[in-house]
């Protein structure tokens, strides 16, 4: 007997027997030691119905039942071999293990590490985007998602490669996504994309085998879940949990790209630098990870029932295990009626040393830089570690570290008997012979 055409979608395998006009969908629904339970749907070549069964492939028993089933429905077809061919190749797909390779033979990776320009998100790998609730986390993955998959730049970040997304939404459904998603594209002047949306009720372990089957039928390499919590189950807080999630997302493929949402603990709300929330491994298992936060300050305007709100969003680097990147500030701008979906959403991309508070998240040298751009001189070294809240040796020891962004003006000493402390301005500032001596 001639052998099918098999098509793998992560545990379904789609076989075709042109010869006998027959098709099967084999669906693996367990996998251990002593059984590989499976359902299959067993349908002619013009899609007609002819039997579904769920079939322990390892039980002769079980295969010769299915195979008197069928033979009362197609008595010229060889339904010994058709099930026999299913079961070798189903098992030897479930049971395949990673390939061992030479990596001194291995071609190295040549494509960009990340699918943007920003370096937001690695390819193949997962990042995490996370902050307290209402600090525009979905809102900033869904107009990234949106701008990657349309290949368009968006808020200054330019893909890098063309992506398909697929938005798993714990926490919405498809109609809160659709007014969200059209409305970003008004504001930034974009099509409407085509990003598929999947709202699941089980946990994300739970849908793996189906998540792995659209992905690949779909062709889609990048997913965003949103958000962890509710796609952990049980226990979100345990690093055996963790490793659950990402070995569904790792699963998805070598050329899958994922962002993981997630929130932090109450307990670090207030914190200048929070970690996300659960264990350690959360963030540890991500390849980047960043921390999203929103200044306090909101700008409000009404025109007539309409309400536009400006807010300041800092994005700031948590850890990245291929190099560190400086923070990215964005103005946030939404238009629309109260409690009801925007009409307009724009991210517009903005310098985060404009914000003190922001800055205080992204850590001491840009904090000293959004000092220094707001007094707009140079600053002896005490005011500075003053308005800072640091040590005036840390602070000196930071501005020292990094003369491509700061310069010593004044050296410190004694002026007519009176010790005087060194002064520090912003490069940029004197290099543009904006109020400091060249």
Not at 410 to 431: V, Y
């Amino acid at each position: 007997m001639a052998k099918p055409t098999v098509t793998p979608h992560g545990d379904t395998l789609e076989f075709l027997w042109e010869q006998h006009a027959v098709a099967a969908i084999v669906d693996v629904t367990d996998d251990d030691r002593d059984a590989i339970w499976v359902e299959i749907l067993f349908r002619s070549a013009t899609n007609t119905h002819l039997h579904r069964t769920r079939l322990n492939l390892l039980a002769t028993q079980s295969r010769a039942h299915v195979i008197k089933e069928l033979t009362k429905r197609g008595p010229t077809v060889p339904w010994g071999d058709v099930i026999e061919q299913i079961a070798e190749i189903t098992i030897t797909h479930v049971r395949r293990t990673p390939d061992v390779v030479d990596l001194s033979t291995v071609v190295p990776a040549s494509q960009d590490l990340f699918i943007d320009s920003e370096d937001l998100v690695p390819a193949g790998k997962v990042a995490m985007f996370y902050g307290p609730g209402g600090s525009m986390k979905s809102l900033f993955a869904l107009a990234y998602t949106g701008a990657m998959f349309q290949g368009v730049s968006f808020a200054g970040i330019h893909p890098l490669r063309p992506v398909r997304g697929l938005y798993v939404d714990y926490e919405d459904d498809a109609g809160l996504g659709s007014g969200r998603l059209r409305a970003i594209c008004r504001g930034h002047e974009m099509p409407v994309p085509h990003l598929d949306h999947v709202a699941p009720v089980a946990p994300l372990p739970a849908c793996a085998r189906w998540l792995r089957a659209e992905v690949s039928r779909r062709k889609v390499n990048l997913v965003v879940i949103d958000s962890y919590i509710a796609a952990a189950g049980a226990d979100p807080e345990t690093s055996g949990t963790v490793e659950r999630v990402h070995a569904v997302l790792r699963s998805l493929g070598p050329d899958v790209s994922s962002i993981l949402i997630n929130h932090i603990p109450k307990a670090e709300f207030s914190s200048k630098r929070s970690s996300p929330f659960g264990s350690v491994m959360g963030p540890n298992r991500a390849r980047t990870a960043w921390q999203f936060t929103l200044e306090d300050d909101v700008e409000e305007k009404f025109d007539g029932d309409l309400r536009t709100q400006t807010k300041m969003l800092g994005v700031t680097q948590y850890k990245s295990n291929y190099g560190s990147h400086a923070p990215l500030a964005f103005k946030v701008t939404i238009t629309g009626r109260p409690g009801r979906l925007p009409d307009l959403v724009t991210f517009d991309r903005t310098d985060i040393t404009e914000s003190i508070s922001l800055s205080e998240k992204a850590g001491t040298v840009t904090l000293i830089e959004a000092c220094l751009a707001a007094e707009n001189k140079p600053v002896p070294v005490d005011e500075i570690a003053a308005a800072i809240g640091k040590s005036e040796n840390a602070t000196t020891t930071a501005l020292r570290r990094h003369p491509e962004r700061f310069v010593q003006v004044g050296k410190g000493g004694f002026s007519n008997g009176k010790p005087q402390k060194a002064t520090w301005g912003l490069k940029s500032a004197r290099d543009a012979k904006e109020g400091l001596p060249g």
